[in-house]
């Protein structure tokens, strides 16, 4: 219980953690946050950790003169980052195949938002690879569900860079741009609470509306 209200702080107070982290690892915190969107982005178990926030938080942390963090740098770094996790998340879903729908060999996996994701792909097909991106839990499953349906392997890593892309220059930018103004920098846990809700949303209403037509 201590772990998971640890874990909540520092996802609400993202900003105040990572300006502590920079300051004392300095350029070793480029391979701890590629590290964090790695693992986001390319193993189905860790879903929980943060993407979009962290993001903006970044952008916003990169802006100021007086920090370490180059931004055109941390975007190349994290593209390559969310572009290699998704690409390991497609092989092992192709190694593990269909029989993770089962239950066989998904111990770890949580097998609810796994088939919210299938149903998520077969829907958008291709496009979900984009649309997923901004969607947290979803965007870690669907490249495996991916792996999982066979997707065709150059179609897929198009996909992938193309959301890449899209995804850490879009979240990374609005930090960057927007972090600063006065009244961000204010209100910066509101903000972070608001992005988490915002980027939640499109998963709630899928799921709503998956109900309403069962």
Known sequence: ?????????VM????????????DYGQWSYLAVMAVIFCETGLVVTPFLPGDSLLFALGSLA????????????????????????QVNYYVGRWIGPRVFSGKGSRWINQANLLKA???????????????????IIRTFVPFVAG????????????????????IGCLLGAGYFFGSLPWIKDHFN??????????L???VFAVLFQKRTT
């Not at 903000?191 to 980027?199: D, E, L, N």
Request: proline share 4%; glycine share 4%.
């Open 1 to 9: 219980m201590e772990h998971l209200s640890y874990f909540f702080d």
């Open 12 to 23: 609400i107070h993202l900003d105040r953690y990572l300006v502590a982290f920079v300051a």
């Open 63 to 86: 802006a100021q003169p007086s920090e370490p963090l180059n931004a055109l740098f941390l975007f190349f770094l994290l593209v390559a980052a969310s572009f290699i996790g998704n």
């Open 118 to 136: 299938h149903a998520f792909y077969e829907k958008h097909g291709g496009k979900t690879i984009i649309f997923a991106r901004f969607m947290p």
């Open 148 to 167: 999982v349906s066979t997707m065709q392997w150059r179609q897929f890593t198009v996909y992938n860079v193309v959301s890449a892309i899209i995804w």
């Open 190 to 199: 509101w903000v972070i609470y608001g992005i988490i809700v915002v980027s």
């Open 201 to 203: 949303m499109p998963s």
